[in-house]
């Protein structure tokens, strides 16, 4: 019989998009991502200091998120894994992973006005909500929604990726920012899309999906890069903070005083680059129940739109952190 923190995984790693995400999904445009220098973030990073943003997004930020493209994804054989960093051999032996045509099992609804990824069983009576990078809804993304949602054989999770960009989000094509054009374009989009602007209006936006979903009595919410920062700037507000846990993955603009104020259990997964000083001193900051570990391994985004899929190791540790994810919320989420 499955122990109290086996997970089904039979994830689906995406390649090609669904007929229902290709108007978003863009994993062909990353072959413009393979000769971005250090330099051109660095003007890139300059042009954002000129739009309103709470702090300043580095050039190495920006480094982070322009390099290292996926490829072309195959079918995978069973993972025999062994026990690592804390889980149980069961737990990391997996079923086959399909590499290639992934279907997302969800659907599209709208709360708030904003247009909503959803997935997962009607009856579940907890909820997360997806703070998604800023590529918007690439089916490593997308996928990894389904993954929260139908892999914990104890929990049952409805999980909600809502379109914070509104159909606009960050063109790959303006990757590398080697013109004016270009730059001029992502100083904009982060001047319009700061992560404290979604932060204030998380509080109505899980409000609105109450309304829609009453038996839903607890809510989870984990982000990716920038939505990382999202997740920080949200559970350090005790007085509209709707969510009893959360998750930050590779997150951006890591900032070990935002720590101090954090009130829920609180998992961050970590990649090698992320500063380490600062995740080590986060980790310190925390007051509560916690879990940070850093995938030493792996590229910023490795959870999310920049994942390469083909790379087995890559994959491996893809699964392995929603997996310790899960298991966060297994224990931590009452």
Same mark, same amino acid.
């Given at each position: ?49 000129? +739009? ?16 290292? @493209?996926?490829?072309?994804?195959? +079918? ?28 997302? @099992?969800?659907? #599209?609804?709208? #709360? ?24 918007? #809804? ?42 004016? =054009? ?9 001047? @319009? ?19 829609? %979903? ?33 998750? =930050? ?41 916690? %879990? ?19 790379? =087995?190791?890559? @994959?491996? =540790?893809?699964?392995?952190? #929603? ?8 224990? %931590?989420?009452?």
């Amino acid at each position: 019989m499955p122990g109290p923190n086996q997970f089904r995984l039979a994830a689906s790693v995406p390649s090609a998009s669904s007929a229902s995400l290709s108007s978003v999904s863009r994993p062909s445009a990353y072959s413009r991502l393979l000769h971005t220098s250090s330099s051109q973030a660095a003007s890139a990073s300059a042009a954002l200091q000129t +739009t309103a943003h709470p702090r300043p997004i580095s050039a190495q930020f920006l480094a982070n998120t322009l390099i290292n @493209k996926p490829a072309p994804l195959q +079918t995978a054989k069973m993972s025999t894994m062994q026990a690592c960093h804390g889980h149980n051999e069961a737990c990391c032996n997996i079923p086959p992973v399909v590499t290639s045509g992934y279907s997302p @099992k969800g659907s #599209y609804s709208e #709360y708030d006005g904003l247009k909503t990824y959803v997935t997962g069983p009607d009856d579940a009576t907890k909820g997360i909500v997806v703070i998604y990078d800023i590529f918007g #809804y690439f089916d490593q993304t997308v996928q990894g929604a389904d993954i929260l949602a139908t892999s914990d054989d104890n929990t049952k999770y409805k999980v909600f990726i809502p379109d914070w960009f509104q159909g606009e989000p960050c063109p790959i094509e303006w990757y590398p920012p080697d013109n004016d =054009e270009k730059k001029k374009n992502l100083g904009a989009f982060f001047g @319009k899309n700061p992560p404290p602007g979604v932060a204030e209006k998380l509080p109505a936006f899980v409000k609105a999906l109450n309304a829609k %979903h009453p038996n839903i009595k607890s809510w989870g919410l984990i982000g990716f890069c920038w939505g990382g920062k999202v997740v920080s700037l949200t559970t350090t507000n005790a007085e509209t903070n709707p969510f009893s846990i959360a998750a =930050e993955c590779h997150p951006a603009m890591v900032n070990p005083e935002e720590a101090k104020g954090i009130k829920v259990p609180l998992i961050l997964l970590a990649s090698k680059e992320e500063p380490e000083d600062k995740v080590k001193e986060f980790e310190q900051n925390l007051s509560v129940p916690k %879990h940070v570990e850093t995938f030493k391994d792996q590229i910023h985004g490795f959870m999310a739109a920049r994942s390469d899929l083909k790379d =087995e190791r890559v @994959k491996s =540790e893809y699964i392995r952190g #929603y997996k310790t994810v899960l298991e966060f919320f297994g224990k %931590h989420w009452n």
